[in-house]
């Protein structure tokens, strides 16, 4: 009754999430604020027309939707998040098709945020629709909170979850917002990396200076910092900086086995980075690089003259950004703490050293055995066919942690996007294949965890 | 009876620098080659007016202006160098007066090119005017070369000295495009640094990458190009680059004595240029790093994001322009060669290097011990009534190279420019003391070298 539902109303899901995605709610272009509410009171009046109660609340910026199933005493409380907001989708000259055009072409959903977290979010609205629809009992009690600040930091979220922790808390929280190991292949995340962010510069002369007349005499920035930027890492791709690897989690047996079992191509892979090859920390297969091992990265650089032909100076000053990807046990805090006090140790007299902090996130990992992740583990295998593989993520996703702190429960990552699903990217698209699986996985999650 | 001509036209003469100060001959902005034109026009008239024979020369570029006493034979020729052309004047919102006011005031005149050059090479016109209307005997057959693209590379005068060498030979060439060590003291430069130049680029994948899920797999440009920068220097301010310092002709023994008798405060130099302190290879002073020792010196770096906040990426690609100074003996082209081949074997195989080779100008060095130095540094005894000092100049002028190896002849260099003239800055201007006391010194230098 169930299958034949999703079946019958295929045509008008799809219908509705292009009707979803044809909102440009870029949250970070002030000029799409109208756009951003017009987005946010379709979703409110769509949880409403589906049966939910809904909350749209007021923030300093965007609004959240809060839509909950009718509470029933005894069950357990389930959370699904996700976000209506989507990136810029500068530049515009190289989408192939209008970014906010939802076109259906071979199937796939093409525009800004149709996998981004559109299309995922909808997935789980669809499913909570079929079951209420067909009176399946709906065995948990049930909220979404979809917000519209994802791609601006989530801030007003953060404070939401502190503010209602009590009401908000679940057992159980689903997200769909991280991608597929590979298309076909259902995939559970179970941990992601944590970050911590700094900005470094360095200051020599009050103003550039002529390298001929002065140069040889005073300290060149440029060089000072790429000589202290070299000290921080080694010829092996290790991290020097005291203590950076010290609360590393290591990787567990079971982690390492499963990994080795996925399809892995690192020629392919370098090909498709456009990079010379792939490299990293010795030791490591290239996946454990990417999910279960801290970095150090420079995000940018900059210092004197940087236009055609030569000037010929001793630049004032340089600066770099950096950032340090971590692992579960890590604290952000500490970690940064650790660089600084190597950067303040290796930074010469000859030059004036300023340090920012930037922003933390903690690393998480939740190992997939508990009764949420079983749960989750066959309703990926009921919609996709096949057996879920179980990833690390490399990236950060920091609202993991205000939810673990303050809202407590299993989180779920069941991904829907892939990696070619062109996020933060001209041309981005969602296969509607994903769509619809994801509606039948999310029907059937929520059954389970009843 | 030149001194009373001398006194007597001092008016007239600031008058007419006024004049020439005036023109907006910006040599690097096309709007102004119309009054690169008129200026040239000016020159040209203004020798004509004084009695000398005038060809102004089209070239690719901007007229040259070769002004000739009448050929005698028997008579030592003596070439003096100069330029019409200036630096722009932007950014205009500094100048406390008209950048092209050719304002007088206290004892300066304030303008773009007052300093540089228009004044020195005006003072030895003045000279050569007082000469012949005084009727003394120009024991020379005197030549002017004054350019108009000295601030944009010198092409034109290049050509041009290679196609007339026969004609241009010189036993004696004499410039006024330095400074003077400090104020009232005249200075004789007997040495300048060379320069080569190059670009190194370092190409990793072939976008900008996400840094959580790409980070750690894959070469950071930036990162990789800190660590090949920082294996050219040492702790100690050496250049590690091997056989960098093979051909460096040491300072002689004269040399460092003279030096250590000139006024020097480290404290007060470093607090002038608002840096930390005074750094460098160890085991020399300031003038010594900043005259006679070459550099390895970075005038800019860029890689990433550089905006403000942070964007979480590993770049695609870092570049920084290099240059070297380089002192005497040392080939520009080997050096380039070595630092070429220094960098092509620390660079590892994860990332793409490409260099581009940049330009390329010798050092020059003669001793103050020739019979035209000895004549100027009598000369400038006289004008200045003090004993001058011998310095080198950590600058390079590309167009000496030029004058030795085509045109021969002793190259005198009688800078009258000071320290505080700001040179290719807001604000620029000359003392006219400077300029009056240059005219009585290039009248007495011209005499003495007949």
New interface residues.
């Given amino acids: 009754m169930l299958e034949q539902y999703l079946r019958r109303h295929r045509a008008r899901f799809l219908t509705e999430l292009q009707q979803l995605v044809r909102f440009p709610s870029v949250s970070a272009q002030p000029k799409h604020t109208g756009d951003i509410r017009a987005c946010c009171d379709w979703v409110a009046n769509h949880f409403r027309q589906i049966g939910l109660r809904v909350i749209v609340h007021k923030t300093a910026g965007h609004p959240i939707v809060e839509a909950s199933t009718p509470r029933l005493p005894g069950l357990p409380a389930v959370l699904v998040y996700g976000h209506y907001d989507v990136q810029p989708p500068e530049p515009f000259d190289l989408w192939k098709t209008p970014p906010f055009g939802a076109v259906v072409r071979a199937g796939k959903i093409h525009g800004r945020g149709a996998s981004d977290n559109k299309g995922q979010f909808f997935a789980h609205v669809k499913a909570v629709e079929a079951l209420l629809a067909t009176s399946q009992p709906l065995p948990v009690n049930l909220t979404f909170l979809i917000e519209g600040e994802e791609e601006i930091g989530s801030e007003a979220l953060m404070k939401f979850c502190k503010q209602h922790a009590r009401r908000l808390r679940a057992e159980y929280i689903i997200i769909s917002d991280t991608g597929m190991y590979a298309k076909d292949l259902p995939t559970f995340t179970y941990a992601t ?1 944590g ?1 911590t ?1 700094l ?1 470094v510069r360095l200051d ?4 550039d ?12 920035p ?2 000072q ?3 202290l ?2 000290t ?2 080694d ?1 092996k791709g290790r991290v020097t900086i005291p203590g950076f690897y010290a609360a590393v989690q290591p990787l567990a047996d079971w982690e390492r086995r499963a990994w080795r079992k996925l399809p892995v191509n690192d020629k392919r ?2 090909a498709a ?9 010795t030791g490591y297969t ?1 996946l454990e ?2 999910w279960a ?14 236009g055609p032909g ?7 000053w ?1 600066s ?2 950096i ?1 340090c ?1 971590l692992v579960p046990n890590q604290s952000p805090e500490k970690v940064r703490a650790q660089v600084i006090r190597h950067l303040r140790r290796h930074c ?5 050293l300023t340090i920012e902090p ?2 933390c996130a903690p690393a998480f990992l939740t190992p997939p055995t508990g009764r949420g992740a079983k749960a989750a583990l066959v309703a990926l295998e009921k919609a996709f066919g096949q057996p879920p593989v179980c990833v690390r ?4 996703l920091p609202i993991l942690d205000v939810f673990r702190r303050h809202l407590r429960g299993e989180i779920l990552l069941v991904g829907l996007g892939l990696g070619d699903d062109n996020w ?1 990217s001209p041309n981005e698209k969602m296969e509607l294949n994903n769509f619809y699986r994801g509606i039948a996985m999310s029907a059937e999650l929520l059954q389970r965890l009843g």
């Fill in positions: 990396r970050l962010a900005e020599g002369p009050g103003r200076l002529h390298s001929g007349v002065f140069g040889g005499s005073v300290a060149n440029v060089m910092l790429a000589r930027l070299a921080c890492t010829a892979y370098a980075l456009g990079a010379p090859t792939v490299t990293g920390e290239t690089r990417r091992r801290p970095t150090f990265e420079i995000n940018g650089i900059t210092g004197g003259y940087q030569s000037k010929t100076i001793v630049p004032a340089a770099a950004k950032t990807r010469p007299k000859t030059v004036r930037g922003h993520e490399g990236g950060t933060h």
